[in-house]
């Protein structure tokens, strides 16, 4: 789709769109996830990317469109932002984004760059969980291991609950700014 398109395409384009409010909805058909789909030669377009084209020009390779106001139908140039494909991913709500943005494990250990061990795949781990999930197995005796959790969570609960506090905090955050 690298042809200019011609003014009666733009003119069936636009005759599509709802320009009310501050986001440009497609009235248009939309695919599965929501997103707007135009016929062009033969083919359907995401809507959001004829939009763009139209308005502000060709996206830069290697890049994809973010809807920075998170409305898939929403077609308004000024709310597309070209970004690669992992920043888009890491602005979403997705598993793989809220993750990234943790700050403390699910114990309550700090992820920072001494508590922190990166595996080959990319997944990050608690350096303080590994080591106490190291100890466990070597605890055979049921009645024994209850008693080396109970008497962890005595020595460090008020952290592990302040820290689940504030983990629980930033994901309302990010969750009331998106």
């Not at 409010?21 to 995401?46: D, P, Q």
């Not at 598993?95 to 309550?108: E, Q, S, Y």
């Not at 781990?125 to 080591?131: F, G, P, S, V």
Request: net charge positive.
């Amino acid at each position: 789709m690298n042809e200019p398109l011609e003014q009666p395409y733009a003119d069936r384009f636009w005759a599509k769109v709802n320009k009310t409010g501050s986001c440009w909805i497609w009235t248009a058909s939309r695919n599965s996830c929501g997103y707007g789909r135009f016929g062009l030669h033969r083919s359907s377009v995401l809507a959001h990317r004829i939009a763009y084209k139209l308005a502000v020009g060709e996206i830069p390779p290697g890049l994809t469109l973010d809807h920075l106001c998170r409305n898939r139908a929403c077609v308004n140039p000024a709310h597309l932002d070209p970004v690669t494909i992992r920043e888009n991913i890491l602005r979403g709500e997705a598993p793989a984004a809220l993750n990234a943005r943790r700050t403390v494990c699910k114990r309550g250990h700090d992820f920072d760059q001494l508590n922190t061990h990166f595996r080959p795949n990319g997944k990050r781990d608690c350096l303080a969980c590994r080591m106490i999930a190291s100890r466990i197995p070597r605890i055979r005796d049921k009645d024994a291991l209850c008693e080396y959790q109970r008497a962890y969570w005595h020595r460090n609960g008020d952290v592990i609950k302040a820290r689940r506090r504030a983990n629980r905090s930033i994901g309302e955050v990010a969750i009331a700014t998106s």
